[in-house]
């Protein structure tokens, strides 16, 4: 995604694009730079539909570096001659229970702290919003121009701490970890979003989601589900 030809060649004959970086692996300047190039390649090669799956509150002025570096993307989608929808997905379940989101370190541990336990947490599954992205894939002139927040529960850590016992027999595992490392792996992105989440009001309504994919997973259904723990890995 840094290199604008690129894309055009792979975008070349595409009916549909689905646009997201990751600022925490190629820092968030870049992250803009390869949002804007995807978004002027799916253009200049007359892609029908792309969909930017984005985050935050879509307004300027949090301070969260992952929220503040979509905004110019989307600016930048607004002025090119391309159809598209913004997607903005909450908390991903993912956050509770899958390894790769490191949940003993992030979500059972620092998460509470800086967020405050009782205080409601949006949440989506990523399932959910892979079905989502598709139903709009499908209804191209139907979804040219939406900007759509997704959120399908809402449930405090605390909440979602008692859901997990009572699914799966224990307690979330947690591991000791000093705030200045843990930003070290996360450039200080987290930290910040988890407390301006505990000191502003952000609301989503998922009934409005609901609307759209009926099926969307609440937290007690996913943590059943797709959210059930795999098996450790036998030590020897």
């Known amino acids: 995604m840094d290199v604008e030809s690129s894309l055009r060649a792979a975008f070349d004959g595409a009916d549909g694009v689905y646009s997201v970086q990751n600022g925490m692996v190629s820092g968030f300047d870049a992250e803009v730079a390869q949002g804007r190039n995807v978004a002027q390649a799916a253009s200049a090669v007359g892609v029908r539909h792309l969909i930017h799956g984005s985050a935050g509150t879509g307004r300027p002025g949090t301070g969260v570096p992952s929220w503040e570096s979509k905004i110019p993307i989307e600016e930048k989608l ?7 929808t913004i997607l903005r997905p909450v908390a991903f379940m993912e956050l509770m229970a899958d390894r790769s989101f490191h949940p003993e370190l992030g979500t059972w541990r620092i998460w509470p702290r800086l967020t405050g336990a009782d205080k409601p947490i949006y949440w989506l599954a990523l399932e959910d919003l892979g079905a989502i992205a598709a139903i709009a894939f ?54 910040k979003m988890w407390r301006w989440v505990g000191t502003h009001d952000f609301s989503a309504d998922p009934a409005e989601t609901r609307a759209i994919l009926p099926s969307a997973l609440t ?11 795999t098996p450790e890995p036998a030590r020897r």
């Open 138 to 191: 499908t209804q191209p002139d139907a979804w040219a121009g939406r900007e759509v927040t997704l959120a399908a529960d809402a449930r405090s850590l605390s909440e979602c701490r008692r859901l997990y016992r009572e699914t799966h027999g224990r307690e979330p595992r947690t591991v000791p970890m000093p705030l200045w490392l843990f930003d070290r792996f996360t450039r200080g992105d987290l930290t």
């Open 219 to 229: 937290v007690p259904e996913w943590l059943r589900g797709s959210g059930r723990l």
């Open 78 to 84: 607004r002025r090119l001659d391309v159809a598209y």
